[in-house]
Structure formats: structure tokens, C-alpha cells
């Protein structure tokens, strides 16, 4: 099975909503959910240079393929099925102004959350 994640700011409280979010709908246990602050995350940020990136965006990884910003939420949501009318937004709509909506959101994410529970998604 290919791998598949979805690496987040774990310093951030939205994210972290976000994250707990994302795993309770993911109902088939296709991701795992990765902090970046984790042991876990700061490796696989190493070691694929990708330190600077989570602090700036999620990062979605299906396969061989890294996905960022809108691209990630997109094909993130494809694999798990999930919220169609976002999904056929995100489609339709160019990827740069994709981007900057979600640009817009990420600048102001730190002040967006109001507690922070941590995914328990048990690992395959």
C-alpha cells in the first residue's frame, strides 16, 4: 500500500483542530496525521526538506507525490471521499486563486483555534 499522511503545524492550535478533525472523518484510516513538532514529523521533514514548508502549509502525501497549499486539501479530501462541493470547488477554481484563499486563512490560522486536541489515529 502506498504511503500516505498528512503533515501539519503541530504548533498550531487551528491545525491541531484541523488535523482532529480530518482524522475522525477518516473513517478508512487512509492517512496518517503527523505533527511536525513530533519525532516523526521532524524526520520525515528532514529528511525530505521540508522544515520550512509546515510551518507555512499542510503537506499531503500520497505515493512518490508531495502536495501543498490548496493542492493538498484537494487531492487530500479525493482520497478520503470527502466534502464533495469543496472538492468540485477546489477543481473548478485555478489553482492560484485556490491558493490564495487558503494563503489568506494560513496567515491567520495561529489565531483560529480555541483548544487543541491531538489525533488518535492508531498507525498500520
Known sequence: MEER?????????????IA????????EGKFLYIANTSKEG?????????EAL???TIVVKIGAIFYTHSQAVYHFLKECQLFPL????LKITPTPIADLVYNYIAQRRKSLGKY?????????
Open 5 to 17: 499522511f498528512l503533515l501539519y503545524d503541530g504548533d498550531c492550535l487551528f491545525c491541531n483542530q
Open 20 to 27: 482532529y478533525f480530518l482524522s475522525q472523518k477518516d473513517k
Open 42 to 50: 521532524m524526520d520525515i521533514c528532514k529528511q525530505h526538506h521540508l
Open 54 to 56: 509546515t510551518q507555512k
Open 86 to 89: 469543496l472538492r468540485f470547488f
Open 116 to 124: 487543541c486536541p491531538m489525533p488518535t489515529v492508531p498507525k498500520k
